[in-house]
């Protein structure tokens, strides 16, 4: 698949009742790995699941070549993941981004597929085309961070809505963990942790609920 075919061979239709699990959990079983297993744990029994672990992926970084104010796609599509993993994300009725915070935004691999999809912005603003996916979808923000500031969460929330814009998605709820340096997530927590990626699920699949905690 040529870099120039790559955008234009996107489905124009989602799979419903799929969701795509975008982790950047630097390792299984730290906050974020468990985070996830916590929210997956209460999949509804009639959707299918996908993950993708971008630190287990080589996403090349946006260069601002501008290449893709030409060509449909981008031009380093051959030489990485991201076409594929974006032909995922394009293709899922749901998306869900689990990351860490790291220097109050994304970590390096999130940050890098994040930033190849700047050929959206391109695509709709300024070349004026339809976004792929005709459908508005939703998406859901899975976070931790070591302290108790509240502002690299504001970060995380805002740079996903911008992603989530270019997905033709909204970011319909978060659930954030902070101050996993010094409490981690105890005993005492579980509950609240299982309220939280209901949460999240109920958002997801009611267009009327986005429901904060
Ligand atoms: C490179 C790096 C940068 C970090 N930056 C922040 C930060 O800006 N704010 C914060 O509260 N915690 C920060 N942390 C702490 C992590 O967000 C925290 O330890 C989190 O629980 C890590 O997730 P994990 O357990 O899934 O690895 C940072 C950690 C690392 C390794």
Same mark, same amino acid.
């Given at each position: 698949m040529s870099a120039i075919t790559a955008t234009s061979e996107f489905s124009s239709e989602f799979q419903p009742q799929t969701l795509l699990l975008l982790s950047a959990a630097p390792k299984p079983h730290g906050f974020t790995g468990r985070m996830e297993e916590t929210f997956l744990a209460h999949t509804p029994h009639n959707i299918t699941v996908e993950r993708v672990n971008l630190f287990e992926e080589a996403i090349l970084s946006c260069r601002d070549c501008k290449a893709c104010r030409h060509i449909d $796609?981008?031009?380093l599509d051959h030489q990485d993941s991201c076409a594929g993993i974006l032909s995922r994300a394009l293709g899922a009725q749901y998306l869900a981004v689990s990351s860490p915070i790291y220097f109050l935004s994304y970590p390096a691999p999130l940050k890098a597929f994040c930033d190849r999809l700047q050929q959206y912005f391109t695509r709709k603003v300024l070349l004026g085309k339809p976004h792929p996916v005709l459908k508005r979808r939703r998406g859901v923000l899975l976070t931790c961070c $070591?302290?108790?500031?509240p502002f690299g969460l504001q970060v995380m929330e805002k740079t996903t809505q911008m992603m989530f814009s270019c997905l033709n998605m909204d970011l319909a709820g978060t659930w954030a963990l902070s101050g996993t340096d010094t409490a981690g997530l105890s005993q005492a927590s579980d509950a609240q942790a299982h309220r939280q990626a209901l949460r999240l699920w109920k958002n997801l699949q009611d267009p009327l609920a986005n429901t904060q905690i």
């Open positions: $796609g981008c031009v $070591g302290s108790q500031d």
